[in-house]
């Protein structure tokens, strides 16, 4: 079986003790170990701070963006390669793992753009400068700089290659060495980037570190200077948040944890229209692409009463044409959870739900595999607003009026959606939900291609308030404020001109 290493240090090295077993989710075959016992973590993130970060820094803007270009072209040229492995590792069908490797390349080219407007620079001038006094000379300026220690990512199990390349793109283009780390359940996709991207020596020496395996003692290592960007859950977050040093050193971190995402269908939305039925695909896909394992996916259904029973046998009868089994079957439409207790979370979710099981059924399959049916829950409990089933599952609820004032229960989400053609209502439940999210989504069946509410394009910001982690990525130039320190400048104008360039 495969030894999944880390890239730690500018090498490959293999850490000991009891490794966790990875597995196709489909079969249940076991396809590599990977382990970090008795890794230095330490001294990779020493190495990064030493080497990678002032190799990148001593780059400007473009050129650090001609790196992730760089990037995205090995990853091309590797795709089938990696979309085999998300069909193996992730359970993911080919068009869900294409979803995720073509993410990741589109993400990392669309950083390599921005990084061309920003050119010749090695940190970015903030805003006009500022006369401070009567006297001209008595200037400020702010300016962004790129921190030095290293950017350390904890990524989550569903997107391994996109969760990789969203948020090295940002910090290698800001300047700050990375330190990835993929859940390790899925973790081959996220190591076989590493491989081709090391082989090809893209990068500066310990610009891009892998640590696979568990994170043991990664987040007590980190100072003051470095970033933690971390996605995943709620849980995992506090627990990063509450950590000793993470509060004594003020370590700057982002959190991309659950969401309780809704998708509202306006009471001007007749059965059968083109609005209508964009509504129900975007549920049905947000419901089954990659097992409904996505962030971003709808969960919470809300419809006017008027026409809950329309669009109940409507999502039932679209829901019972998807065929659930071993994504490499050409004509599989989901496939499983990824691992064991994903799957068994997902059942207990449903069932804290509560309510009626509209369509699918928790029963186990007969054969090998973390599968379940999608799930269609109806009249489900106030549960539905606390708690995320992070599985092909959505519950459907009526609304009479101020759908905004029931998506708000779910108290932060990363994208909620509405379709309608009502200006008053979409003016009303857009400010109704907006402080609740980090993305409002408005279905239209004029926009050609309509990647849905599901997709994190770069150039939008992505992250959300309270549930959702209180965290912001992407968002174009947006992002890079994470990795970067603002600092104002004050004093004699031609001095600080100067400094400029
Ligand atoms: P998870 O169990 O919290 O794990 C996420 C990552 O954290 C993994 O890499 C995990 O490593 C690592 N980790 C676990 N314990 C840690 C600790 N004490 N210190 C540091 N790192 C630790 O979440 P998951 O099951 O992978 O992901 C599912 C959840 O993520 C869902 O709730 C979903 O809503 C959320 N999610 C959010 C977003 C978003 O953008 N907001 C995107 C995707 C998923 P190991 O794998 O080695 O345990």
Redesign the pocket.
């Known amino acids: 079986m495969i030894q999944l290493r880390s890239y730690l240090g500018g090498q490959w090295v293999a850490g000991n003790g009891s490794p ?1 077993t990875l597995l196709n989710p489909a079969t249940e075959e076991p396809l590599a170990n ?1 382990s ?1 016992g008795g890794l230095d973590l330490r001294g990779a993130l020493e190495h990064a701070r030493a080497r990678g970060g002032p190799a990148l820094r001593a780059l400007p803007f473009a050129e650090r963006g001609a790196l992730l270009k760089a990037m995205a072209d090995a990853m091309q040229g590797e795709r089938d390669r990696l979309i085999e492995l998300g069909i193996a590792n992730g359970g993911n069908t080919r068009s869900d793992a294409k979803f995720d490797v073509d993410g990741a390349i589109g993400t990392l080219l669309e950083y390599s753009e921005i990084s061309k407007a920003l050119g010749a620079r090695k940190f970015l001038v903030d805003g006009e400068g500022i006369q401070l006094g009567r006297s001209a000379r008595f200037h400020g300026q702010h300016i962004s700089v790129p921190r030095q220690g290293v950017a350390v990512h ?6 391994p290659a996109w ?1 990789f390349a969203e948020k090295a793109a940002v910090a290698l283009l800001v300047g700050m060495p990375v330190l990835a ?7 081959m996709v996220a190591h076989r980037i590493m491989e081709i991207l090391a082989e090809k020596k893209i990068l500066p020496e310990g610009a891009l570190s892998l640590l696979v ?3 043991g003692e ?2 007590s290592l980190l100072g003051a200077q470095d970033v933690l960007a ?8 506090a ?2 948040r509450s ?1 000793k040093n993470v509060i004594e050193h003020s370590i700057r971190i982002n ?5 309780l995402n809704a998708a509202v269908l306006g009471a001007d939305v007749e059965p059968r229209s083109d609005m209508y039925e964009l509504f129900l695909k975007d549920v049905v896909r947000d419901m089954t692409q990659k097992a409904g ?4 996916a709808i969960r919470r259904v809300l419809v006017s009463r008027k026409v809950i029973d329309e669009v109940k046998s409507d999502l039932i009868e679209l829901l019972s044409t998807v065929k659930v089994g071993n994504p490499a079957d050409e004509d599989v439409r989901m496939g499983p959870l ?2 064991a ?2 799957l068994s ?1 997902a059942r207990e979710g449903v069932a804290r739900l509560g309510g009626k099981l509209a369509f699918g059924s928790l029963s186990p399959f007969p054969h090998k595999g973390f599968f379940t049916t999608p799930v269609l829950v109806e009249s489900p409990g106030d549960a539905v607003h606390e708690h ?1 089933v ?1 599985g092909p599952v959505a519950s459907l609820l009526a609304y009479e009026s101020d759908p905004g004032r029931i998506v708000a229960k779910g108290n932060g989400g ?1 994208v909620s959606s509405i379709y309608s053609e009502d200006q008053g209502f979409l003016e009303q439940v857009v400010m109704d939900i907006a402080p609740y999210h980090g993305r409002v989504f408005l279905g239209h069946p004029k926009i050609e291609l309509s990647p849905g509410p599901g997709t ?1 394009l770069p150039q939008l910001v ?3 308030p309270g549930r ?2 209180g ?1 912001e ?1 992407l968002g174009g130039p947006r992002g890079l404020a994470f990795y970067m320190q603002r600092v104002a400048l004050e004093g004699s104008r031609p001095v600080i001109t100067k400094l400029l360039g």
């Open positions: 966790q990977a970090s904890i990524n989550a199990f569903n997107f969760g780390k993929p859940a390790t359940s899925s973790a395996g568990s994170p990664l987040v971390f996605t995943g859950s709620g849980d995992t977050g627990r990063i950590a959190v991309e944890a659950d969401s394992q996505k962030c971003t990824a691992t207790s994903q979370d995320e992070f990363l994190v992505h992250g959300g959702a982690g965290g990525e």
